[in-house]
């Protein structure tokens, strides 16, 4: 029988010839990747571009228009001095129109800090109808350019028009009272109508050229000037109207006839008086028929 030491050796015998046949076996250990660290969020704050495409709004690009969507800002700081802007339309025709329109913003000294704020803006000007007033004023001084002398101190076109000049080319009685016939500075027959209360009531109801005949009398008066005569047939009356070089009415004036005493020759001369005085017509007073002589017996 074995021992028990005997049983001993041969037990680690066969530990060792186990051990010596088997190959080595070593794992490597797994090194992770180095961690490359995510860089923190930027704090400058970059804003949307500003759009400067025509306003939906109209139906024509405004004058100035900003446009900023989205701003969005996480932390800035502004310091600004003597800061100006200044958008303005200052327009003025003679005496006839001024417009003076505008936004002025000015800043001395300002120090603002700001922090997560989202911003969206629109700014549109027009100044469209502004212009479209002034542009019909200059086509009119075009079309007329004698109303920017004439209307210089008056409120009305027609009474200072008319008023600047005698120009009554006579005077009827009508059932609305009395009517006034007038040639005006620029060649127009201005028809005005008095009535009960002393007020009158302005047309224009004709011009030289339709209404006027030329005489045939023509003054040369130097500078280019000329003065041409006219008479209105509807009552008789001559008219002197004088031109510049272009052809361009400088005055008309309505001309009376003042007759000399015995019968003599006629001369035409301007009226001193700018006053309409009416057509009076008179009849003869009738003459009492005398009594026949009485005889005594």
């Known amino acids: 029988m074995l021992s028990f030491r005997t049983l001993l050796l041969l037990l680690a015998s066969f530990v060792l010839l186990v051990s010596a046949q088997t190959e080595p076996f070593s794992t490597a250990a797994v090194t992770p990747p180095p961690s490359t660290p995510t860089p923190p969020p930027a704090s400058s704050a970059s804003p949307a571009p500003i759009s400067t495409r025509p306003s939906q ?3 024509t690009a405004p004058d100035v ?10 932390r800035i700081e502004l310091i600004v001095e003597n800061l100006s802007a200044d958008i303005n339309l200052n327009a003025q025709v003679a005496n006839l129109v001024t417009i003076n329109a505008g936004v002025a913003v000015s800043v001395q000294k300002i120090n603002i800090t700001i922090a997560d704020v989202e911003v969206k803006l629109e700014l549109i ?14 086509k009119s001084l075009d079309l007329n350019p004698l109303l920017i002398d004439v209307l210089r ?3 009305s076109i027609v009474t200072g028009v008319i008023g600047a000049v005698d120009g009554l080319l006579g005077s009827i009685t009508g059932p609305g009272g009395l009517v006034n016939f007038l040639i005006d500075n620029l060649g127009n027959i201005v028809q005005s109508v008095v009535g009960t209360a002393g007020t009158a009531v302005d047309q224009i109801v004709g011009n030289y ?25 509807a009552l008789g009356t001559l008219v002197d109207i004088v031109f510049n070089a272009a052809g361009q009415i400088l005055q008309a004036t309505a ?11 006629s001369s035409t001369a301007p009226a001193s008086s700018s006053t309409p005085m009416p057509v009076v017509v008179t009849t003869p007073a009738a003459t009492p028929t005398p009594a026949a002589p009485s005889s005594t017996g």
């Open 65 to 74: 228009h900003l446009n900023v969507p989205d701003l969005s800002v996480k």
């Open 125 to 138: 000007v027009r100044l469209g109808h502004l212009v479209d007033i002034v542009d019909r004023v200059f």
């Open 255 to 265: 001309v009376k006839p003042s007759s000399t005493a015995g019968g003599g020759a």
């Open 57 to 59: 709004t109209g139906s």
């Open 209 to 233: 050229k339709t209404n006027m005949t030329e005489t045939g009398v023509i003054q040369q008066l130097g500078n280019g000037q000329v003065k041409k005569q006219y008479l209105f047939g």
């Open 153 to 155: 101190d008056v409120t």
